[in-house]
């Protein structure tokens, strides 16, 4: 098994003792509900001492439909997400779609997040490296684990040090994803970090025609099994009101559950650390 490096992102530390969390939005809906989203989920996260970075899209350029809402331009969203990082204290994150914009995304967050969608452009992949950002690949769901060894040598062939892997899901069948536990460990002995997205495993991809449908009931299930398993993070999608979410509302956590959950998970951790 290669040797897994601890990676320091802001004041927080992933593959520590302690669980990071990534919380936030789906996407940037407007600025005054993205700030307001930040704002509470830093007082949750704060109340059970819980370390978090802040998520949030600005362009969910992946969608169903040509129809559906897309969000904001990359430089507007990420200067909007370097606000809200700085007012309460907190990494951000976001994903980038092009080597362009990871340029301009890194002049602001913290993480440059590939998609799983992505994990397999080179040119992308480099350029992210390339930024000295800490880069979170997404594994696709059309890869097996262990050729996640492949975007690694990429990365590492780019100059960066600083990455880790997330787990979430595997393409089964038609409109259906199945999340396999062993990629944790896996993905790890390729000397990853590795963090779970309980929301997007419980995707079903045009589920509803010209939407993606899911079973958000299942992500607090599939989060806690992922804790048992060993992931050194989780990725969660939380909303005030998921039935009136812009994008992904059927598979976002209610922000009045978050309490609940980040401790359960928390417990789970001191357990299996």
């Known amino acids: 098994m290669a040797k897994r490096r601890p990676i320091k992102i802001g004041r927080h530390t992933l593959g520590g003792r302690e669980l990071l969390f990534i919380l936030g939005p789906c996407v940037i809906e407007s600025p005054a509900f993205t700030r307001r989203m930040a704002t509470r989920i830093k007082k949750i996260c704060d109340g059970e001492g819980a370390s978090f970075v802040f998520k949030a899209s600005y362009d969910k350029a992946n969608r169903t439909s040509v129809k559906s809402f897309r969000g904001t331009s990359v430089r507007d969203g990420c200067a909007l997400l370097a606000e809200i990082g700085a007012a309460i204290e907190a990494p951000v994150t976001t994903d980038v779609h092009s080597p362009e914009e990871a340029l301009i995304a890194a002049e602001f967050v913290d993480i440059l997040q590939i998609p799983a969608f992505l994990c397999r452009q080179t040119d992308l992949i480099v350029t992210a490296a390339q930024t000295g950002r800490v880069v979170n690949v997404k594994k696709g769901q059309f890869l097996a684990p262990w050729d996640m060894k492949n975007v690694a040598t990429k990365l ?4 960066c040090r600083d990455y ?7 393409t089964f069948g038609y409109n259906n994803l199945v999340a396999d536990m062993r990629s944790i460990p896996w993905m790890q002995e390729l000397g990853a970090q590795v963090v779970f997205d309980a929301t997007h495993s419980v995707q079903r991809p045009g589920g509803a025609g010209d939407t993606t449908s ?11 099994s992922a804790v048992s398993a060993g992931c050194d993070g989780v990725f969660l999608e939380t909303h005030e009101n998921p039935a009136r979410a812009l994008s992904d509302g059927p ?3 209610p922000l009045r559950d978050l309490p609940r959950l980040i401790k359960q998970l928390r417990a789970l951790r001191e357990i299996v650390a």
């Open 164 to 170: 880790f892997f997330t787990e979430r899901g595997t």
């Open 156 to 159: 590492v062939g780019a100059g």
């Open 214 to 224: 899911g079973d958000g009931a299942l992500a607090p299930v599939l989060a806690r």
């Open 251 to 253: 598979n976002q956590v």
